[in-house]
């Protein structure tokens, strides 16, 4: 099964493409240049691996939180090459992809998300599988819901601007700060591969993102 | 050639199949009106939400309506700019995905081009060179258009467009948002010439509009009046002629500078049916056509966009997937096609 992977919600542009028998990777530091670098990208990681787009059998991507265009980029183009091609796409959650790519058993997956408050999340590896303990949230950092126990690690750019309050709050429960963790295509891809098996995926116009946060502009009426 | 056109450039997401041997084989138009009203005015971000889960239902059901399947397409053609930035991006992310996933070009085009070229979709399309008003919330152009890609700008708006004057007026009488369109209705209903509006710009000798000082005018009107259903009525046929004297006069202008006997109508206030009865009256007096795009392409559509990638892929296809958007873009600065 050829499955290419797509992670946007960072300023880094993620693809990763499994061919059952190996992982073909980009990782590209693109900014504000994603729109522009994506399909070029994606083509020549196709070709690296000696593939064409007509041999795509399943597109997975980050869905979000995250960056609210990195993930409509990674959306759009996912269910645009999935129309065209009549395939299933999945929606994966890109804080479960940072708690992935950190590798660590407990982790509080965190991304910045501006206006003092970061998405959140923490999983916990059992028997080589993620379990979600506590699930995508936006909080301020000092609010963040506290998970159980000891031996956390705290992964992710949402550490690197908040890491004061977060560590403050987190105590003794905090064991690890990895806060240069970034949410892959590789990790999104080794999430969707068994789901995308098992018959998870779905038409390409249901894989739309996940944004958390909704309030996004005042109603005549609030202001 | 069979293009498909998907248009998302501000609060309506547009879908069309275009057929350059058999015209235009089917559109779709969802208005966001609705999602944005309780908020005075467009929310980019709401925008950018509502496109993603509409264009690619909408592309289906067009396709369904055609008859057609969507690897038939010879190419797709997506709005690059102007517009909102972040809306931009998700028509030119799943266009440009789709054009991939098929192997055909994609291309990127102006949104305002779109609108010029709308009327060679009616059944009477006007010849070249014309001259364009391009009217609408977002714009006031006068153009004159020579060919496809060659544009030469006469005159616009130094301030608010006049559909943003209609609408901003539609909120100073209660009419909620956007008003524009019931503005025009209550307008049917009230007497002209009752409350003395000024007409900006009518003799400033050029091709310029301005509209702002009109909404303000009314504001004090307003205010020093009682606002029965009656008066608000009265208010609003005034405003309606002002701007529509203001957009008369100056297209009569363009057209005597220019030396050209065809005007051609684009964009949401093309469809103003105040508008259309007074530039008739002058067409016949004065010795020019005026054409404009069929109603429901007044508004923003996906089939002026998949027209306009036609025209323009039959004069050069673009070679690659890499895909922008262009929030400010300049009409006269776009290369003539072939």
């Not at chain 2, 046929?237 to 005007?263: I, M, N, Y």
Request: proline content about 5%; some cysteine.
């Amino acid at each position: 099964m050829n499955i290419l992977a797509i992670e946007t919600a960072t300023e880094v542009l993620s693809l990763a493409l499994g061919t059952g028998a190996r992982v073909h990777e980009t990782t590209l530091a693109a900014g504000a240049r994603q729109a522009e670098l994506i399909l070029g990208e994606i083509d020549a990681l196709l070709r690296r691996a000696g593939l064409g787009v007509r041999n795509l059998d399943a597109i997975a991507f980050g869905a979000g939180p995250g960056s609210f265009t990195g993930l409509r980029i990674a959306c759009g183009v996912a269910q645009g090459i999935a129309a065209a091609r009549v395939l299933p796409v999945l929606a994966v959650g890109t804080l479960e992809a940072l708690a992935e790519a950190s590798g660590v058993k407990r982790a509080i997956a965190c991304l910045d998300a501006r206006m003092g408050e970061v998405y959140h999340a923490a999983f916990e590896r059992r028997d080589g599988t993620l379990h979600e303990i506590i699930p995508a949230g936006l909080d301020r950092p000092d609010a963040l819901p506290l998970p159980p126990g000891e031996g956390w690690t705290g992964c992710g750019p949402g550490f690197a601007a908040h890491r004061a309050a977060l560590v403050a709050r987190l105590g003794a429960r905090l064991e690890a700060v990895r806060a240069e963790v970034l949410p892959t295509a590789a990790a999104v891809l080794r999430l969707a591969a068994p789901r995308l098996a098992a018959g998870e995926g779905s038409d390409p116009e249901r894989a739309v993102p996940v944004y958390l946060r909704e309030r996004v502009a005042l109603k005549t009426a609030e202001r | 050639m069979l293009v498909l056109g998907i248009e998302t450039s501000c609060d309506e997401t547009g879908v069309a199949l275009y057929d350059s041997a058999r015209g235009l084989l089917a559109h779709e138009v969802h208005s966001q009106a609705a999602l944005h009203a309780e908020y005075g005015g467009v929310v980019p971000e709401l925008a950018s939400r509502d496109h993603i889960r509409r264009t690619l239902p909408l592309v289906r059901r067009v396709l369904a309506r055609a008859g057609a399947r969507l690897d038939e397409l010879d190419a797709v053609a997506y709005t690059e700019g102007p517009g909102l930035a972040g809306a931009l991006l998700v028509g030119a992310s799943i266009a440009s995905g789709i054009a991939y996933g098929l192997g055909v070009p994609a291309l990127g085009v102006h949104h305002l081009e779109g609108h010029l070229l709308s009327p060679l979709l009616s059944r009477t399309p006007p010849a070249f060179p014309f001259v364009a008003l391009l009217v609408s919330g977002g714009h006031t152009q006068l153009m004159e258009v020579a060919g496809v890609g060659r544009y030469r700008l006469l005159g616009e708006t130094l301030d608010d467009a006049a559909g943003e004057a209609f609408d901003k007026t539609a909120q100073v009488l209660g009419l909620g948002y956007p008003g524009g369109p019931a503005l025009a209705q209550l307008a049917d209903r009230g007497r002209r010439g009752r409350h003395r509006l000024p007409r900006p710009m009518i003799a400033s000798g050029d091709l310029e509009f301005s509209f702002s000082g009109l909404k303000t005018a009314v504001l004090t009107l307003v205010r020093s009046a009682v606002l029965d259903e009656g008066t608000k009525a009265d208010v609003a046929a005034e405003f309606q002629e002002a701007v529509v004297d203001v957009l008369v006069a100056k297209c009569r202008a363009a057209l005597a500078s220019t030396g050209h006997r065809r005007l051609v109508i684009a964009g949401g206030v093309g469809a103003n049916r105040r508008l259309r009865e007074r530039l008739d009256a002058a067409a016949a007096t004065g010795g020019f056509e005026v054409f404009y795009p069929e109603l429901a392409l007044c508004t923003d559509n996906g089939a002026m966009i998949a027209l306009a990638g036609a025209l323009r892929l039959q004069a050069s296809a673009p070679r690659d997937y890499a895909f922008t958007v262009r929030p400010r873009w300049d009409l006269a600065a776009l290369p003539a096609a072939g």
